[in-house]
Each structure stands twice: as C-alpha cells, then as structure tokens.
C-alpha cells in the first residue's frame, strides 16, 4: 500500500483497536494463478505474540480455504472511517482557489502465514467468542448454546477455520495531516455538521490528529 510518511500510523494498539472496531475484513489470497478475495469477520487474539493474530472462517464449499501455500503470505484488509472531503470547508479554497476534493480514510492491512483449520473443537470455541463479542450490544444476547447441539455439530461441519499470524502491520490514517492547520479545523467542522455517525468518526480523527500536532 502506497503510504507517505507523514500518513502512517505504527502504534500497535491503535492499530489493533481499528481491527476490532472494524472487524468485517477483506481476506486476500493467492488462488493457484490468480487473487481472491472474501469478506469476513475476524477475532482479533493478542495470545502475547509480537502482533498477534487474526481468526474468522468461510463455508467449506468456499474452495479458498485449499490455497494456503509455503512461504506465501496472505492479507486481510480492515476498513476503518472513510470520508470524502470537500475543498469548500478549507479557509484556504475561499484565499485563493488552490484546493480539489479528496477522500480521508483510515485502513490497516495485516499480512502473516496463514492457514486452514478444520478441528471441530476449534471451529466451536471460535464461533462461541465471536458470536459473544457481536452478540454483547443485544438486550437478550443469543448464545451458541442457545441451538441444538446437533444441529450446532451440522453448522460446523460445514464450515473451515482460517488462521493468520500476523508478521507485519501496515497502517494508514490519511486525516488531512498535509493540510494547513485552518483547513484541518474547517474539515472537522464540516464533518461534524454533516451528523452523521460516519462523519462524526471522520472529524474525530481529525481532530486526534490536530491535537498530537499542537
């Protein structure tokens, strides 16, 4: 991913936060000659390795669970506040013209050794955390437990684990860092009267930005 420096973001647990509040990721493999790519959610494990790992699974019909190679590195890509930004909120565009629309995002890519894991204990133990952590917001939370036990075996049957172990971490959080200080106030102020929740993220960053710069 093209990042210049004054974009990247190196904090582990900034990182590592992104990845859990944004955990629907995009999985991306080398499938014999060509590239897939699936849509998953994963579960962030610390297990106090250098990065840590990621877990999440695909349908056993998905054939890209057969593709984990030696030595090939596979990559997940988590997709955090995404905003289009208009010149029309920088004081500097009404100065002198000097301004043309972009887009701020913040994204991590995680790369590592990945593989496939079809150990039903595994796979149950999996299902149960991930269905915890997204079923913890609901008033009457719904539990693995909560199915027949054979039809829980059934569902897991068909189903493949994917591991990744993750060896490096590439963040990117482009918040108008190469903009003028009054131009990175216009663009929160702009988000945040927009109110929505995907604005209101974006001019958060923003602003996390403005201050560490201050």
């Not at 991930?130 to 829980?152: C, M, N």
Request: charged content about 20%; some cysteine.
């Amino acid at each position: 991913m093209y990042s210049p420096q004054q974009f990247e973001e190196t904090r582990l647990s900034v990182l590592h936060d992104l990845i859990r509040s944004h955990p629907f990721g995009t999985f991306v493999i080398l499938a014999g000659t060509e590239l897939s790519a699936n849509h998953i959610p994963f579960l962030l494990h610390p297990d106090g390795s250098d990065k840590g790992r990621i877990c999440g699974h695909v349908s056993r019909a998905n054939p890209v669970w057969k593709y984990f190679a030696a030595g090939v590195e596979v990559l997940a890509i988590f997709q955090g506040p995404e905003s289009y930004i208009t010149p029309s909120w920088y004081p500097s565009k009404h100065a002198d013209g000097k301004a043309v629309p972009t887009w701020n995002y913040a994204v991590v890519h995680a790369y590592g050794k990945g593989s496939a894991i079809e150990d039903a204990n595994w796979l149950l133990e999996h299902v149960t955390q991930l269905t915890a952590v997204h079923e913890a917001g609901q008033a009457l939370p719904w539990q693995v437990s909560d199915a027949p036990k054979d039809y829980t075996q059934q569902m897991i049957s068909g189903i493949v684990g994917i591991e990744i172990r993750i060896s490096r971490l590439q963040g990117k959080w482009k918040v108008g860092q190469n903009r003028k200080h009054a131009d990175r106030l216009g663009v929160a102020a702009g988000l945040e009267s927009q109110a929505t929740d995907r604005s209101r993220a974006m001019a958060g960053l923003v602003m996390e930005r403005v201050k560490s710069a201050s």
